[in-house]
């Protein structure tokens, strides 16, 4: 019985990670690089990498406000918002923003803005088109090149894989404590697993948190049900009633002045005392039924609340305090919001986050590759015997090779075409996006006709020196270089930078230990053993 038990949740962990590993590696690779969608969002606009970056200072906000409403009456006359960003630790420069009135058959205007240089008059308006870090961002939910509530039913469908995938793994690992302090080099498969096994269980509280977390964000989505029955099919309502500050209000088309901005300060410094604010946004500016949100700037708060402090735009009459009941279900959902975004975290403990997540990349696609190999290892026989590899074994070497090969390799395309794109180019945010998929593609189509050692090392390789010579892009394609930036204490664009380098270094290195690889077949074929297949490509694999 409890050998049939254990065989049964083996099989499970097997069939529910390989189904759908592959999205679930594009997810945590996305998800991860998330996690500095801010930073990476400031670097792909070098237009911003000087005179911009600044720190919130509590005595500029009244002559900030007059300066901005003043600047976008001229400026976003007609817009469907204005919007007033204000210096934080993630978006460290203050600018001034709208979003036009949406065309026919369009659901969104067009979003514009203009950066505030420090010490100076002078805006930055001349902003390359780019959809910089919330790419990955909008990529590890939403996929891309789908409407996005297929793509989150498809996310929520495999995030549920991967957590029936984790708690089977937690049920047949008999040795977890004693596997995780067990590395083996060079020991083929054994180090896979071992390998497998440590990324598993090294980062096993994120890897549960950040699934089941993933799986409550969209939990309304994915179970409607009681929402529906208690509000009668009526989710708007749902929504109102949860939310209050944040319901959309409508125009009614009756001209209307806005109130003065700072007029409504003593208040705002009333209810939010010494929280800093973060971003003043103006629905319907010019329009009677127009409101005033105030949003304070969380900072390190878990429970990361968007509420906002609601004013009357035409007479500056308080209509909501930004204070919503106190509700235990809605707390505990916010904060396991707030913990899968890691908004609230130092840089100290979202490196932490962020280094977790790789480490879930490495747990799926060490898995994979183990899965791959011992396929192989059956079909030997055959394979010797001139035969070629079955077509499911194939489709998923190919598959290895296409997404944990050559998705650090689709990002850094994405990042090469930030820089070298026309800057007048038609749809040049959109085909940044689009030069991260054709890599994939490419290596994809690689993959169909070739998988051996050879095409890993070249593709590692391209990996590996773009990465590197990231800061060197940066340097030669913008006011700012790495040891500038270093210097000046602008450690956002530095870190990208040296994140950057570090990671092209360690596939390099992944890049040198195939090549070793490589090698020991040919010694081991001379010595009459059988070859190492521990990644399922190895030298015998080149006419499969």
């Keep these: 019985m409890k050998e049939n038990f254990f065989r049964s949740m ?12 592959w999205v679930l590696l594009l997810i945590f690779f996305a998800g991860t690089l998330s996690y500095y969608r801010h930073d990476i969002s400031l670097w792909t606009k070098p237009e911003l990498h000087k005179d911009v ?52 058959g369009q659901r969104r205007g067009q979003f514009i803005e203009h950066v505030v240089q420090e010490g100076q ?38 995030t549920m894989f991967m957590l029936i995938a984790l708690i089977s793994g937690i049920v047949i690992h008999k040795r977890i404590f004693k596997d995780f302090f067990s590395f083996r080099r060079n020991k083929g498969s054994r180090s896979w697993l071992d390998a497998h096994n440590v990324s598993s269980v090294l980062a096993l509280p994120y890897h549960l948190m950040i699934t089941y977390t993933g799986l409550v964000t969209f939990m309304a989505m994915y179970m409607p049900w009681a929402v529906m029955t208690a509000y009668d099919g009526d989710s708007q309502a749902f929504r109102k009633e949860l939310k209050p500050s944040r319901v959309q209000v409508k125009p009614v088309g009756e001209a209307a002045d806005t109130v003065q901005l700072t007029s409504l300060l003593p208040q705002i410094h009333q209810l939010l005392g010494s929280s800093p604010i973060r971003q003043v946004v103006i629905n319907n500016p010019g329009d009677k039924n127009s409101r005033v949100n105030v949003y304070r700037d969380t900072g390190e708060t878990v429970t990361d609340r968007r509420t906002a402090i609601v004013f009357d735009a035409v007479n500056g009459k308080l209509m909501s305090k930004g204070i919503e ?19 609230f975290s130092a840089p100290a403990l979202r490196l932490l986050f962020f280094i977790s997540g790789i480490m879930g990349c490495a ?10 190999n011992k396929i192989r290892q059956k079909q030997q026989k055959q394979l010797k015997q001139g035969k ?48 991260f998929f054709l890599v994939l593609a490419f290596i994809g189509f690689i993959a169909c006709f070739k998988r051996t050692l050879s095409v890993w090392r070249a593709v590692l390789a391209l990996s590996g020196l773009s990465l590197i010579a990231i800061p060197l892009l940066n340097a030669l394609t913008s006011n700012s270089n790495l040891l500038s930036n ?4 602008q450690w956002s664009l530095a870190g990208f930078d040296i994140i950057c380098s570090i990671i092209g270094l360690c596939i390099l290195f992944a890049r040198s230990k195939l090549a070793q690889q490589q090698k020991q077949p040919a010694k081991r074929q001379k010595n009459g053993s059988m070859p190492d297949l521990s990644l399922g490509n190895s030298a015998i694999n080149k006419e499969a």
């Design 10 to 21: 083996t099989w499970l962990h097997t069939w529910v990670g390989l189904l759908v590993c």
């Design 53 to 104: 970056i600044q720190s919130y200072d509590a005595s500029l906000i009244e002559p900030e406000l007059d300066k901005a409403q003043h600047y976008l009456a001229q400026h976003a006359d007609g817009a469907r918002d204005w919007r007033i960003n204000f210096p934080t630790d993630r978006k460290p420069y203050l600018s001034y923003s709208w979003q036009t009135q949406p065309e026919a």
């Design 121 to 158: 008059e002078r805006l930055i308006t001349d902003i390359r088109q780019t959809k910089g870090g919330n790419f990955f961002y909008r990529l590890h939910f939403d996929l891309h090149y789908m409407p996005a509530k297929i793509a989150r039913w498809i996310v929520g469908f495999c």
């Design 325 to 343: 009941p106190d509700s235990g279900a809605q707390n505990t959902h916010d904060t396991l919001i707030a913990l899968h975004t890691g908004r």
């Design 363 to 372: 747990m799926i696609a060490t898995g994979t590759l183990m899965w791959a």
């Design 388 to 435: 070629k590899a079955t077509l499911g074994l194939r489709l998923v070497e190919g598959l290895n090779l296409t997404f944990i090969a050559g998705l650090p390799l689709a990002a850094s395309a994405f990042f090469y075409a930030n820089r070298l794109l026309p800057l007048d180019m038609v749809n040049r945010a959109q085909w940044e996006a689009n030069s």
């Design 486 to 489: 270093m210097s000046q204490g």
